[in-house]
């Protein structure tokens, strides 16, 4: 058994604005990375494998709370959301003729245009995930997260996501030749001691 935590970078200014980054590389604003500089990985994760994505806000994040630098892949890159990414998603929902849908009404097919579906990220990071040799940390994207969260619950991107993912927190999953499991409850990053 490999257990594998998740996390999700820290907030950029486009997090902060409702502007939709997918691959754009936005780099983490000042105050999460004050906020993420008074926290660290809790002691049992401190020794596994770090990777992130090779986009600077989820490399920073990891060397920030780690006090090392990640391993990149890119496997781990946010879903790539097309002519939407930098649009704002408010202003995407409120046009009918943006074609916007909200995520949990996709299934694993549903493509942004010019983008990628949750499947094609499921297609790149089953790949990935089978080469992990030890407990492995990921510092990554909401979007990445959703997909390996999705298969380790069930969930098809239809109707609520049976998991809510918040900053600071790392979601676990136990990865075994019979299976995925998702333990419900996130562990929370520690206080660095003053």
Same mark, same amino acid.
């Given at each position: 058994m490999i257990r594998l935590a998740l996390m999700r970078h820290g907030h950029t200014?486009?997090?902060?604005?409702?502007?939709?980054?997918?691959?754009?590389?936005?780099?983490?604003?000042?105050?999460?990375?004050?906020?993420?500089?008074?926290?660290?990985?809790?002691?049992?994760?401190? @020794? +596994?494998? /770090?990777? =992130?994505? !090779?986009?600077?806000?989820?490399? *920073?994040?990891?060397?920030?709370?780690? $006090?090392?630098? %990640?391993?990149?892949?890119?496997?781990?890159?946010?879903?790539?959301?097309?002519?939407?990414?930098?649009?704002? @998603? +408010?202003? /995407?929902? =409120?046009? !009918?003729?943006?074609?916007?849908? *909200?995520?949990?009404?996709?299934?694993? $097919?549903?493509? %942004?245009?010019?983008?990628?579906?949750p499947a094609a990220l499921r297609d790149r990071l089953l790949p990935w995930v089978a080469t992990l040799q030890a407990d492995s940390l990921v510092v990554s994207h909401i979007g990445v997260m959703r997909v390996l969260l999705a298969i380790a619950t069930g969930w098809a991107f239809t109707g609520p996501a049976p998991f809510r993912i918040k900053r600071n927190r790392l979601y676990i999953i136990d990865v075994t030749s019979k299976g995925w499991d998702f333990h419900a409850e996130p562990v929370r990053l520690v206080e660095r001691p003053s």
């Open positions: 200014a486009w997090n902060r604005a409702g502007r939709i980054q997918g691959r754009t590389d936005i780099p983490l604003d000042e105050a999460a990375k004050t906020d993420l500089s008074r926290l660290m990985l809790p002691p049992l994760w401190s @020794g +596994a494998d /770090l990777y =992130a994505s !090779p986009l600077m806000r989820a490399v *920073d994040t990891a060397r920030i709370v780690a $006090d090392t630098a %990640p391993q990149t892949s890119p496997a781990l890159i946010e879903m790539d959301w097309g002519r939407w990414e930098g649009k704002f @998603g +408010a202003q /995407l929902r =409120a046009d !009918p003729s943006s074609g916007y849908r *909200d995520i949990e009404t996709w299934g694993w $097919d549903y493509t %942004p245009p010019d983008g990628e579906p």
